[in-house]
């Protein structure tokens, strides 16, 4: 029977950090399936259609890495792809709060589907999206963060020229 995990999240941009925890899934499931939240109000810089691009771009030498998009209620989209986990991953302990209580939600609405936390390995345990964004937007190189086709759609979204 083919272990299946979720690994869900804005991903606004991927950056290092999250493909780390996606290494470290394949590790213990036999597949992956990255699900790119699709939510209208919330704001980010990229379309969930250009994330999911981006996405697919960054992991294509990942076979048994698979990216979609989704919509509503995170367990039923589990409960979908016939999966029984969601990964998270959890960067410092100001992300443990939120993290948890998300995981013991989920379970009340489905007690099939478990939560486990991946951590980063250590260069990334400070790294987000947000921190990236705001690096290039102020003209910084973000290549030690992101994969360098991120870089460049960062940098073109912001209009910047390379240095």
């Known amino acids: 029977m083919t272990k299946i995990a979720v690994y869900p999240g804005s991903f606004d941009p991927i950056t290092y950090g999250h493909l780390d925890i996606i290494k470290r899934g394949l590790q213990i499931f036999d597949g992956l399936t990255i699900a790119v939240l699709n939510n209208p109000s919330k704001k980010t810089l990229f379309s969930t259609a250009d994330r999911v691009k981006m996405l697919k771009a960054v992991v294509a030498s990942m076979p048994r890495v698979e990216v979609t998009s989704f919509d509503g209620l995170l367990v ?11 990964i998270r991953g959890l960067r410092a302990v100001s992300d443990f709060e939120y993290e948890l209580q998300m995981a013991l939600m989920n379970r009340k609405l489905a007690k ?4 486990i936390f ?4 250590e260069p990334y345990t400070y790294l987000s999206s947000s921190l990236v964004k705001e690096i290039v937007a102020r003209g910084g190189r973000a290549a030690k963060f992101v994969p360098p086709l991120v870089e460049q759609e960062l940098r073109r979204k912001f209009s910047l020229t390379k240095k």
């Open 118 to 121: 991946l951590m980063p390995a």
């Open 76 to 86: 039923d989209f589990v409960i979908a792809q016939k999966a029984k986990v969601i």
């Open 112 to 115: 099939t589907v478990d939560t």
